[in-house]
């Protein structure tokens, strides 16, 4: 099987770039960071919880200090 190269890996990227769009991207790097992840932890034998996201613990907070100003 032949060595996939640094010339390689640009056109594949390139050809990832035309068909998802720039938008995209993100979401498939995290999809696939997350897959790697979880075969990791599977292989290993490791179970661990996701860590809970803090986005929505700032939300809540921001929404209780709005009705608290409100009120």
Do not use: C, H, Q, Y
């Amino acid at each position: 099987m032949p060595n996939v190269g640094f010339p390689e890996l640009i056109l594949i990227l390139a050809v990832v770039l035309l068909v998802f769009g720039p938008g995209k991207l993100p979401e498939i790097g995290k999809a696939v960071g997350n897959s790697f992840r979880e075969f990791k932890d599977a292989t290993s034998g490791t179970s661990s919880a996701p860590a809970k996201p803090r986005a929505k613990k700032a939300t809540k907070r921001a929404v209780a200090s709005r009705s608290k100003r409100k009120a």
